[in-house]
């Protein structure tokens, strides 16, 4: 799998052992644009992306604890799905990959299980394992202890067993390692206290992280490769794989780039803590273009706030797609997309064809869902394909004042109404048999609400305390003529 002289190799993975919350999206996408940026340049580029189904299961969600816990340390590959299809990996990893294909992210994908057991590694455990001292010296400079020299940067599955967290590799010959297999080396698994000596090659063991990321940019030979900022944060993760890299493979580093977290109330997004939505979650309240344009409008330096429940943040999130879509087409006349930040957003939160999105503000299609006749208005302004996303969003998210219902019977709060409130009822019910276009009859409303000394406020809130039992609601001429015409007549005389 080493990449050629001259060309570009850029790598992303992710351990595929729980929910893929919504910030885990971010990585991916950010991968994809540099690669498309690459292919648009001419360059010889290739896009990998890692399942890492070689890591020991260390953490379950409370509904598996029960079925899954005697799994505990065991590689996630060998673990079987909670569905019983499958590996633990596949299961989750099959999430991650439907969600990639959704958002048009489609790099080579490999299993990190695979290149072990294939002996794509066998090199690097070789290598990592005969210059056990240079690691365990950057080790100690980076985490000020000195490391015995018992100590190997390796795992092996235990033969007895099949636990990989709980062994520890203590002597290494040239062919075999000598392990023990420890009952407390970790919180989360019990080892059987088995030991013995074992090849290290063709999948019986695994590097640890830090070493493994590392030794897989020297094995593929990555030159891009990004990362979350608690990963890219001083002595994180990838500092470590870097110091490895630079100080004991004697390779050169990858372009490095981070990026931010997403944030729920100010608190970063975790499944696990149920803090957020997941992926899944996600491509349910936003098209795969409109996830692509959220993880790309904002700076990777920037943390990104994404709390929607009872807020009008996705309404405003449509909006503004619509808004970079008007730059996009006019830089394009121009020839000036490369120069507007927005335009380049744009372009790339579009998967295959570049379309022009509806002009109708999300706001107004969450209305026109609530009202019954209004699938042509709907299908005339090309609203079709946002229909659901406006559906979850207001079943799930949107504040209760965005929320309406026609009433069957007289609602109560009717009884509030003025004189003058009534008396605008009953006229506009005699004017309910003309043609009428909205926003002829918005007018038309306005105006008799003012000839009765009615503000506008008060002349619209007379229909909707009458029409759907609140003080507020979408514009009057439109939810009235979505209605039967005779229901609104019958509606308005009994005020």
Wanted: hydrophobic content about 35%; charged content about 30%.
């Amino acid at each position: 799998m080493e990449g050629q002289k001259g060309s570009e190799w850029i790598n992303d993975a992710w351990t595929p052992s729980g929910i893929v919350h919504m910030g885990s999206i971010r990585g991916p996408v950010m991968h994809d644009v540099l690669f498309r940026i690459l292919k648009e340049r001419g360059k010889k580029v290739k896009f990998t992306y890692g399942f890492d189904d070689a890591d020991p299961l260390d953490g379950l969600p409370e509904e598996l604890h029960k079925s899954h816990e005697k799994y505990m340390g065991i590689p996630i590959h060998l673990v079987p799905s909670p569905d019983g299809k499958g590996s633990f990996a596949d299961y989750f990893g099959n999430k991650l990959k439907k969600i990639l294909d959704d958002l048009g992210i489609r790099p080579e994908i490999y299993r990190t299980s695979k290149h072990y057991k294939d002996g794509t590694f066998d090199k690097a455990i070789k290598f990592v394992l005969d210059h056990a001292e240079d690691v365990r010296k950057v080790y100690g400079e980076i985490y000020k202890k000195t490391l015995p020299d018992t100590w190997f940067p390796l795992q092996v599955i235990c033969p007895n067993c099949g636990k990989l967290g709980t062994t520890k590799v203590i002597e290494w010959d040239g062919k075999e390692v000598k392990f023990f297999c420890e009952p407390d080396l970790v919180i989360w698994a019990k080892g059987c206290r088995h030991s013995g000596k074992i090849s290290p090659f063709k999948g019986n063991s695994k590097m640890p992280y830090k070493i493994e990321w590392a030794a897989k940019w020297w094995t593929y030979g990555v030159t891009i490769e990004g990362a979350g900022k608690d990963h890219v944060s001083a002595g994180g993760t990838y500092d470590v794989a870097v110091k490895l890299l630079t100080e004991v493979f004697k390779k050169k580093i990858p372009l490095k780039f981070s990026y931010e977290f997403f944030l729920s109330h100010g608190r970063k997004m975790s499944s696990s803590k149920g803090v957020g939505l997941n992926g899944e979650e996600l491509l349910e309240i936003l098209s795969p273009e409109l996830v692509r344009f959220l993880m790309l409008k904002y700076p990777p330096y920037r943390a990104i706030e994404f709390t929607p429940k009872e807020t009008d943040l996705i309404p405003r999130l449509y909006d503004e797609y619509e808004e970079y879509a008007q730059i996009y087409f006019e830089a394009e006349q121009k020839g000036t997309i490369g120069e507007n930040d927005k335009a380049k957003v744009f372009k790339f939160s579009q998967i295959g064809e570049i379309k022009h999105p509806p002009k109708v503000k999300f706001s107004i299609l969450a209305q026109w869902i609530q009202m019954p006749n209004m699938a042509e208005e709907i299908k005339k302004h090309g609203l079709e394909e946002w229909v659901p996303y406006a559906r979850v969003w207001l079943n799930r998210y949107a504040p209760e004042d965005k929320r309406f219902e026609v009433q069957k019977e007289l609602p109560e709060i009717t009884s509030s109404l003025s004189e003058n409130q009534k008396k605008l009822l009953s006229e506009a019910s005699k004017l309910l048999d003309k043609d009428w276009k909205a926003e002829d009859f918005q007018t038309k409303i306005y105006q008799l609400g003012k000839e009765l000394g009615l503000s506008s406020q008060k002349t619209f809130e007379a229909f909707y305390k009458a029409l759907i039992g609140k003080t507020h609601g979408p514009k009057a001429a439109w939810l009235i003529l979505s209605l039967d015409k005779d229901f609104v007549k019958r509606r308005l005389t009994e005020v």
